[in-house]
């Protein structure tokens, strides 16, 4: 690994069980508040070829832990309100693709709630009021506006127009701004481009250039949990063009998107992770790998560290041992930004069943490339110079950033999904990567052009401006808004539960509201919500999204109460005690509540 980007990280020793990535000299949550553009400089130096890491966050994989995550041999990625490493969501084959997890574990709710009828609209009120006053939310602010969605009769708020960290809430936004600008058909196309058309030999005379366009659909989990699927499907178009011989270089180009792979005001320690994955306009898998450490064969001897799929440009030094029966896991991981080498050190038991989480990867393109060129080999193309990626320049005016194709010829292209699929892989597993792709995508496809006017504008930048437009339309108040990011893993996105609930109601009466609503994790049913709320009038019937981040829970949606009449509402928390679990102690309660009410006055 590059010494002098482990200069940047120190390793951090709590209680075994965690896996820690933490800044050298970090101190306490205010690191990157302290120097944001610093630090952020430094972030983007390192990167200039194209660098970048990732992370995997359930947004409940939604990143919720800052500093550390637990990885207790039991741990899930619903198991604890902890983000860190869990698994990456697997997603489901429903209708609509839900998954897992948030952009980091999704905390459970406990499922000992008691269903009841709230029979009056002040019984109903009493009772999110009792709820409220529960000492663990002493200190806490808590955020709270539900609403007839059919009358608009207000039935409870409490620091409604109060601005708090929404996390995975953020997500609302973005996805509802693309269904509106982009439609709920719109494909993200990657293009195949050459000098010229194969000649008939079927040689390609100059370089092959993959154009991405950040499609996230080059991923298990939009084809049939096949890591390798969409890039065989690509190289699948390529041999269809007559393609059988290169005689330049492969070409991934990433140039596509202008600005920083990495969310504003996203925190250091999230880099590392799934759930904090470097955005770029060629994404493989997620811009992630399945870590997967077992204890090996014998006490003393090494563990058994893979990753999936397996990533032939990264080295894994592993220094992680195998204990005695019985004794605690203690893993920490090293990762320099833009390092092709990640250091595993520490130990885990022989009768551990193994620890499992997401890692990210540095500059996916690269990886993309080199996927594709093995695709094509298996095909009998050849390539015959190297392959190589060109990334954006993250200090180059936006005006004269993007590579030009236009004296190119395309050979072939790749559609992704509908938006609408997209939209529902993105809300249900509380996808962070995916919400920035579509953040970035809206700057380009429905903001205006680059001009050396706005040359210092990103395509992030760009993509809340649209956002911004679409609220407005919509009848939010921008200044109940403070928009940094397109996923909420930043913390400097600030909302108020009056605006959330003004984006839901107006989403129900759009010609897509019925895709925005199945988008939506399902209580007790999929997505971050399918351990929650079980066995209760909720299960099944309330659709909501969830956001978790350390000291933020938000859950915002739609339910039915027990009269039949449609509720809208938003419940954010923030600044709560550590240890405290808000979806058990008021967030879900209070939903419960709802779904009981039988909606007299």
């Known amino acids: 690994m590059h010494r002098r980007m482990l200069m940047f990280l120190r390793p951090a020793k709590l209680a075994s069980g965690y896996i820690i990535i933490m800044p050298k000299n970090f101190r306490a949550s205010g690191f990157l508040n302290f120097a944001s553009n610093f630090v952020s400089f430094l972030l983007l130096f390192s990167l200039v070829q194209s660098a970048t890491p990732v992370a995997r966050a359930q947004q409940q994989p939604q990143r919720q832990r800052r500093v550390a995550s637990p990885v207790n041999r039991s741990a899930t990625p619903d198991a604890s309100p902890s983000p860190l490493p869990t698994p990456r969501p697997t997603p489901l084959t429903t209708a609509a693709p839900s998954v897992v997890p948030q952009t980091s574990p999704t905390p459970a709710s406990g499922q000992t709630q008691t269903a009841f009828t709230t029979r009056t609209l002040a019984e109903l009120r009493a009772r999110i009021s009792e709820i409220l006053r529960k000492p663990e939310l002493a200190s806490a602010m808590v955020a709270i506006k539900v609403a007839s969605l059919e009358t608009g009769r207000v039935l409870f708020e409490e620091n409604a127009n109060k601005l708090l960290r929404p996390a995975s809430n953020m997500k609302l936004y973005t996805v509802a701004a693309a269904l509106d600008r982009l439609s709920p058909d719109y494909r993200f196309v990657t293009s195949v481009y050459a000098p010229a058309k194969p000649d008939a030999a079927g040689i390609v005379h100059g370089d092959l250039t993959i154009y991405g366009r950040g499609d996230p659909s080059f991923a298990a989990s939009f084809n049939d949990s096949d890591y390798f699927k969409g890039i065989d499907n690509l190289a ?5 063009a007559g393609v059988k011989r290169v005689d330049g270089d492969l070409v991934g180009d990433e140039t596509y998107f202008v ?26 898998n997620d811009n992630a790998l399945d870590l997967s450490v077992k204890p090996g064969a014998q006490v003393g001897g090494p563990a058994i560290i893979t990753t999936g799929p397996p990533d032939p440009l990264l080295t894994i030094v592993n220094h992680v041992v195998t204990t005695a029966r019985g004794s605690r896991r203690d893993l920490t991981v090293y990762r320099g930004l833009a390092a092709d080498e990640v250091e595993i050190s520490g130990s885990i038991a022989l009768d551990d069943k193994g620890y499992s989480g997401g890692l990210g990867i540095s500059r996916p393109a690269r990886l993309f490339a080199y996927l594709l060129r093995s695709a094509l080999a298996q095909r009998g193309v050849i390539i015959a110079g190297k392959t190589r990626t060109v990334a954006p320049s993250i200090f180059r005016a936006a005006a004269n950033n993007e590579r030009s194709v236009s004296n190119l010829v395309e050979l072939a292209t790749l559609q992704s999904p509908p938006l609408s699929l997209i939209a529902a892989q993105t809300l249900k597993r509380s996808q962070n990567l995916y919400t920035e792709l579509i953040l970035r995508t809206l700057g380009k496809v429905a903001g205006p052009p680059a001009t050396a006017a706005n040359s210092e504008r990103t395509s992030e930048t760009a993509g809340i401006e649209v956002v911004r437009a679409f609220l407005r339309e919509a009848g939010v108040n921008p200044s109940t808004l403070i928009l940094t990011d397109g996923s909420g893993l930043s913390w400097h996105d600030m909302v108020t539960a009056e605006a959330t609930l003004e984006l839901l109601t107006y989403m129900h009466r759009q010609r897509y509201a019925t895709v925005f609503r199945d988008a939506l994790p399902i209580a007790g049913v999929d997505g971050t ?7 209760t009038p909720a299960e099944n019937n309330l659709r909501a999204k969830t956001g978790t981040l350390s000291s933020a829970s938000s859950l915002s949606g739609f339910v039915r109460d027990a009269a039949g009449e449609e509720i809208v509402f938003s419940i954010m928390v923030n600044n709560y005690p550590e240890g405290t679990n808000p979806p058990a102690v008021c967030i879900d309660p209070i939903a419960l509540l709802l779904a009981s009410f039988a909606g007299k006055p």
Do not use: C, H, M
């Open 236 to 240: 699948a178009r390529i041999v269809a």
């Open 529 to 535: 919500l399918r351990n929650r709320l079980k066995g």
């Open 259 to 284: 600005g920083p792979q990495y969310g504003s005001g996203w925190e250091w320690e999230d880099l590392t992770w799934w759930f904090g994955a470097e955005v770029s306009a060629l994404t493989v």
